[in-house]
């Protein structure tokens, strides 16, 4: 079984910065596009950050030149910087992967338990 973690959430005033990571484990042929989504209650979990198995990002607006999402491939971990953070950007930050694994090597997604992130005005 597969398996996501997220870490790096936490309290941070307006201005600042976090660092999320997430980290996958579990007999997995390849992971490929790997993704970071945010939830806010009342609000439809929306696409934050994706990054390709070959390295092309793509940004939601509204984060597009103060965040950065990166992977290292061989620690199977994808990251994302997160800058200039504003209060709306508070939420619950949830990693998902697509991942070659089975012995039909079926691409599947996998999602993290979340990381809540907190930006105080």
């Known amino acids: 079984q597969v398996q996501l973690v997220e870490s790096g959430g936490g309290l941070v005033q307006a201005g600042g910065s976090l660092s999320l990571s997430c980290a996958a484990s579990?007999?997995?042929?390849?992971?490929?596009?790997m993704d970071w989504y945010r939830q806010t209650p009342g609000k439809q979990r929306e696409l934050v950050a994706s990054?390709?198995?070959?390295?092309?990002?793509d940004y939601a607006v509204s984060v597009k030149g103060r965040f950065t999402i990166s992977r290292a491939n061989a620690e199977n971990t994808v990251y994302l910087q997160m800058n200039s953070l504003k209060p709306e950007d508070t939420g619950v930050y949830y990693c998902?992967?697509?991942?070659?694994?089975?012995?039909?090597?079926?691409?599947?997604?996998?999602w993290g338990q979340g990381t809540q992130v907190t930006v105080s005005s």
């Open positions: 990054i390709t198995n070959g390295g092309t990002a």
């Open positions: 579990g007999i997995m042929f390849s992971i490929n596009a």
């Open positions: 998902k992967a697509g991942v070659l694994s089975g012995v039909d090597r079926r691409l599947r997604d996998y």
